[in-house]
Each structure stands twice: as C-alpha cells, then as structure tokens.
C-alpha cells in the first residue's frame, strides 16, 4: 500500500516553454501533498505544501507565480513549470501524506532538463 | 528555519559491517522520521519514531528517538551492498530533511 506515482518519470523542454507534472496518490487518499525539488548530491528542499481545495503554501524563495500548483482531488496534485529556463533543470520528487501522521510516501521523481 | 544536520556526511563499510548514524536539530521533534534514496529514485520511508526515547527496528535497520527530543539514530547491522544509498532524516512536523548520510558498502 501507500503507493504515488509520478508522470512524467522524465522530460526535456525547451526554454520558455511550460511543463506539467502530475502527482497521483494510487491506493490512498491524501489530505496533504508536497513537492520537493533536489539538485544532484544534495538533499530535498521542499517547494510547496498542498491541501485539497485549498491553495498551495509555498516555502520562503519559491515563486509561487512559477511553480504552479493544483491539487484538485485527494488523490491529484499538478506542478506546472512556467516559461521554464535551464537553471529550472532538476529533480522534481512529489509526496503524500493522510491526516494525523507525518510519514510521507514519495513518488519515484521527475527530471526535467531545459534546454 | 529549523534545520537539521546529519552526521557522517559520508562512509564508506565493508560489507557485513554495523553503521551508525544520527541526526540533530536544535529544535525539539514530535516526529523522527528516516528514509533512504536510491539513485534517480524517490525516498523511501524506512522508520517512523513517535515518542522519545523509543526505540523502533525495521529488519537490520533500529531508529531510536533521543530522549531530548533534538536528535535520532540510525543504526544498521550487517551492511550489505544493496544498503548503498543515501538516508535522510526528517523532523516530522515541518517536513523538511537534512542533508543526508551516503553510504558506500565496499564487497
């Protein structure tokens, strides 16, 4: 149980070009969900928390106006890269959590290269 | 923010070897939470600590909660090579993680 998927796993854009990542929970429903970006040999900086119809909290440098979340169902959440750059280029890992604990289930991450 | 930091940043074992590791924070937790990354993939949550002072084991992995709630360890016995990874320690309620502990298992 407690399985996330991600989709896309990977994907190469185009610069200025819009990017979306989805974010589904399979077997549970989650009342929060997160995402995280990693760049390589370092740890996961969270980007923004989710809760169900409501709107995302992003993390202090995180622009909101960018990284465009949507979390429509319990099960869903969207990030969408705005008019992505080069520097956007990472490891994008999304999580989910149901209420009352703190464990998160990761999905296996989405690496996006802008070029 | 809070922060937290793990320590070693990396090791490197011979297979069968014990390894420890632990995480600090200058903040107290409710929560201690251990996962580990494989290459390119997601974490994956190995341990979950509630209570200080308890200690919680997962096979050859044992987690144990410190009692002044501003650290936790990570122990694992008789390494071996599919242990290679990278652990994270989370304090639960801010979701945030350290910096990681690498660990090379060396056959």
Not at chain 1, 1 to 26: D, F, M, N, Y
Not at chain 1, 42 to 69: H, P, R, W
Not at chain 1, 89 to 101: E, L, N, P
């Amino acid at each position: 149980g407690a399985v996330v998927s991600q989709h896309p796993s990977w994907v190469i854009c185009k610069s200025g070009t819009s990017v979306k990542i989805e974010c589904r929970s399979l077997d549970f429903q989650a009342t929060t969900m997160f995402w995280y970006r990693q760049f390589p040999k370092q740890s996961l900086m969270l980007m923004a928390t989710s809760n169900e119809g409501s709107k995302a909290t992003y993390e202090q440098g995180v622009e909101k106006d960018k990284f465009l979340i949507n979390h429509a169902s319990l099960t869903l959440s969207t990030l969408t890269v705005t008019s992505a750059h080069p520097e956007d280029s990472s490891f994008y890992i999304c999580s989910a959590r149901v209420a009352g604990v703190y464990e998160q289930y990761f999905g296996p991450g989405t690496r996006l290269t802008v070029t | 923010g809070q922060q937290l930091n793990q320590s070693p940043q990396s090791m490197f074992i011979q297979e069968g070897e014990d390894v420890s590791m632990n995480c600090t924070s200058s903040s107290i937790f409710n929560t201690w939470l251990w996962y580990k990354q494989d290459p390119g993939e997601g974490p994956v949550l190995l341990i979950a600590l509630y209570k200080a002072g308890e200690l919680t084991s997962n096979g050859r992995l044992t987690a144990q909660f410190g009692i002044t709630r501003k650290d936790s360890f990570l122990n694992i016995s008789a390494s071996i090579p599919s242990d290679v990874g990278i652990y994270f320690c989370s304090g639960g309620q801010n979701f945030v993680f350290g910096p990681g502990t690498r660990l090379s298992v060396l056959p």
